[in-house]
């Protein structure tokens, strides 16, 4: 057993490092380390050691210098819709059965045109035999007045007494009238056979058609819808203000997606509709080509708006939180230049530009490229490509 340990003991000696070794180990590191380093250093870039510096290279921006005024003017645009004029459900006023249809939809008509008829055989047989009646009224009166006549030549001679000259004068009388009478139910009937026509009241569009030939149709059941197309108008709705501007007959430049569409002022209500709080105005379209009707008109009103604020493009502005906006401004930094930020709040925007109040003062240079490259305290080499008018806001 002893022997056996004592084999272990010198084993285990032959395998342990001596310091000798462990010295020269470390040596053997050290001098690899060293010419790593020296090779490191024999290679580096010709531009420069590769650790960064401390101040980064200055980017090139566009700006914007800020000139201060004290009031601005903006567009606000208001919507109508383009209506004709005039808009009818056309029907019979009395009922029958429909004999004929002479229009349909998409037909343009003339005023006085003909549009559908009813059956009118009943009719015209009722008109004939009051024709009759009239002839009848007629004749009986031609007798009474011959009756009078003789009557009175008979009094003349003493054979008759007044009493009977009266008698006939009221025969002759009452058969003036039936004549009136039945002339009256003659033209009443007249006056039926021509409403069982429908005639165009205006020109216009056939819109709608609800009925076909041989269908009985009620008295005042709608046939046809006519939309006067060639005559329209629109209703825009204005505030109180901006409507007292506006003179009756002017000619004011309606925009609608087709165009500008000239319209005359024709009136103004004067009154402030309780839904919406506007005033409305009516404008006669001048040129009923240059739009449909049902289509989206806008008429713009400039205004004066004592609002503290200034005009930026909207591309010098990233969001930010809470609705606000966020700017970068180029700020001297000793002998350069370095990019500042900013909060600003929109106000009104105009196409590519809006109006903000916020941390600008006069003379700023605001950026308005590039912001994605920029931090804060980046330097920047400003390039100022134009002036736009600013309103002094609070910073």
Do not use: C
């Amino acid at each position: 057993m002893s022997e056996h340990m004592q084999d272990y003991e010198m084993a285990e000696r032959q395998v342990r490092p001596t310091f000798g070794k462990g010295l020269i180990f470390l040596l053997v590191l050290l001098v690899i380390g060293a010419v790593l380093a020296f090779f490191v250093l024999q290679n580096r870039s010709s531009e420069g050691p590769l650790v960064p510096t401390s101040r980064p290279v200055p980017i090139s921006v566009e700006t914007v210098s800020a000139n201060l005024e004290q009031a601005f003017r903006a567009e606000e645009k208001f919507t109508g819709i383009v209506t004709p004029r005039r808009t009818s459900q056309l029907g019979f006023s009395g009922g029958g059965r429909i004999a004929s249809i002479r229009a349909d939809i998409g037909d343009k008509v003339e005023s006085g045109q003909v549009l559908a008829s009813l059956d009118t055989r009943s009719l015209r047989a009722q008109l004939a035999s009051a024709e009759a009646v009239v002839d009848e009224a007629k004749a009986a009166f031609d007798l009474a007045e011959t009756t009078v006549d003789r009557q009175i030549a008979l009094l003349e001679r003493g054979h008759v007494s007044s009493q009977v000259v009266d008698e006939a004068r009221a025969q002759s009388n009452t058969a003036y009238a039936r004549i009136a009478a039945s002339k009256a139910n003659a033209d009443t009937l007249r006056v039926q056979i021509d409403l069982a026509r429908i005639k165009a009241p205006f020109s216009g569009t056939i819109t709608s058609r609800m009925s076909d030939e041989g269908a009985i149709a009620n008295p005042g059941q709608p046939l046809f819808e006519l939309v006067e197309t060639e005559v329209l108008e629109a209703r825009i709705g204005l505030t109180a203000a901006l409507a007292d501007t506006l003179e009756i007959g002017a000619v004011y430049d309606l925009t609608s997606d087709q165009g500008t569409v000239p319209a005359t002022l024709r009136s103004v209500t004067g009154v402030i509709e309780a839904s919406n709080r506007t005033v409305a105005t009516v404008f006669d379209i001048n040129d009923a080509t240059l739009v449909a009707a049902g289509a989206v008109v806008r008429l713009g009103m400039d205004r004066e708006i004592n609002e503290s604020g200034l005009w930026l493009p909207i591309s010098a502005l990233t969001e930010a939180d809470r609705g606000l906006w966020s700017i970068y401004k180029a700020r001297r930094d000793g002998d350069g230049w370095q990019a500042e930020p900013g909060i600003v709040e929109i106000l009104h925007q105009d196409g590519e530009r809006v109006f903000v109040r916020g941390s600008l003062r006069d003379g700023d240079r605001v950026i308005v490229d590039g912001l994605q490259r920029i931090a804060p305290g980046q330097p920047v080499t400003p390039n100022d490509v134009s002036t736009v008018g600013l309103v002094a806001g609070n910073g």
